[in-house]
């Protein structure tokens, strides 16, 4: 496709559950990012990929989360154990970025509802 | 600990008029200015961006002022057109460190007719 996509796009899930969201970066694009975006915020920084490695994770609230991008392309994004506070629009972005100064495309985000 | 802020929550412009959007940061290693526009139910899109380099950068009705030395820059509208209603983010990154974009909390912008 053309752009960022993200599934799915409504997770309705029951405390306690694991979960995986799913980003489908632009091809071709080696830098992805996940945020984390509730009710009248911005979006929060979670993580930072380059190709395959984790090149800033520190936005990570806690050991619960953790993310992956095996081959460099398609990251999914893991909760364990979800809370209700982890409710939330989760969106992903990917970028040619490579400290050049390129914007960052996003998807359309996963809701994320912790019943 | 906020480091891009955007202060005003929300602003009423009317239509034809000049909206101007105000951002402020803190991280002086911030190289790397961007707004991004969202509508309800998308994700946020790029709209223009301003390199520490220049204090200007225009594209068609949108143009970007950057004050390094007050940290502070700001994203002007004209004339203001009823699509422009979103919620406007504003988004710095310290391109030569760790490429990492940091977000403002964003101001909702209604253009009144």
């Known amino acids: 496709g053309a752009g960022v996509s993200q599934t799915p796009s409504n997770k309705v899930t029951e405390k306690g559950k694991y979960v995986e969201l799913r980003c489908d970066p632009i091809?071709?694009?080696?830098?992805l990012y996940w945020y984390r975006q509730s009710l009248g915020q911005g979006p929060e920084f979670l993580i930072y990929?380059?190709?395959?490695?984790?090149?800033?994770d520190s936005g990570l609230p806690n050991d619960r989360f953790f993310a992956v991008r095996p081959e460099g392309s398609v990251s999914t994004l893991k909760i364990q154990r979800t809370e209700r506070g982890d409710s939330a629009v989760y969106l992903c972005?990917?970028?040619?970025?490579?400290?050049?100064?390129?914007?960052?495309?996003f998807g359309q985000g996963t809701r994320l509802t912790v019943v | 600990d906020q480091q891009v802020k955007q202060n005003s929550p929300s602003l009423s412009v009317q239509e034809g008029r000049i909206s101007i959007l105000n951002c402020d940061y803190t991280?002086?290693?911030?190289?790397?200015f961007l707004w991004y526009k969202k509508y309800p139910a998308e994700g946020p899109t790029f709209l223009i961006s301003?390199?520490?380099?220049?204090d200007k950068n225009e594209d068609g009705r949108f143009t970007v002022f950057l004050n390094k030395s007050a940290k502070h820059l700001s994203l002007h509208i004209v004339p203001s057109q009823p699509g422009d209603s979103a919620v406007y983010f504003c988004?710095?990154?310290?391109?030569?460190?760790?490429?990492?974009?940091?977000f403002g909390k964003g101001t909702r912008l209604h253009i009144l007719p």
């Open positions: 972005a990917s970028s040619l970025s490579q400290g050049g100064n390129t914007e960052a495309f």
């Open positions: 091809s071709g694009h080696t830098a």
């Open positions: 990929f380059q190709g395959t490695g984790a090149a800033d």
């Open positions: 991280n002086s290693m911030f190289d790397y």
């Open positions: 301003i390199s520490s380099i220049k």
């Open positions: 988004a710095a990154s310290a391109k030569g460190r760790d490429d990492k974009i940091i």
